[in-house]
Nanobody, 122 residues
Framework: QVQLVESGGGLVQAGGSLRLSCAASGVFTNYAMGWFRQAPGKEREFVARISKGSSPYYADSVKGRFTISRDNAKNRVYLQMNSLKPEDTAVYYC?????????????????WGQGTQVTVSS
């Protein structure tokens, strides 16, 4: 069992930065971690994933702007978001996946946090 709690969301102007954090309970190193987002009226979409061995993978829409990282000693995963755009506005979710590989479907993940709101104003 893994419990995930996101933090760090907020309101920022376009071009600004935010750093999201996800605190995990349980055996953190057993899981690859992902970030997803969901805008109003839209489906939940993949943002980034980091493997158990800290290999990152990004959606094309955020590549070069967002950076995912993990600190296994602190049981945390982070999402550094730079050059934010209004279209990045969404609720951002942290998720844990016990399997390997590049998995972008929300259904592939075993545990989810409650989400944190990110709003980017133009």
């Amino acid at each position: 069992q893994v419990q995930l709690v996101e933090s760090g969301g907020g309101l920022v102007q376009a071009g600004g930065s935010l750093r999201l954090s996800c605190a995990a309970s349980g055996v953190f190193t057993n899981y690859a971690m992902g970030w997803f987002r969901q805008a109003p009226g839209k489906e939940r979409e993949f943002v980034a994933r980091i493997s158990k061995g800290s290999s990152p993978y990004y959606a094309d829409s955020v590549k070069g702007r967002f950076t995912i990282s993990r600190d296994n000693a602190k049981n945390r995963v982070y999402l550094q978001m730079n050059s934010l755009k209004p279209e990045d506005t969404a609720v951002y979710y942290c998720a844990a996946d016990r399997s390997v590989g590049i998995r972008k479907s929300p259904g592939a993940y075993d545990y989810w946090g409650q989400g944190t709101q990110v709003t980017v104003s133009s």
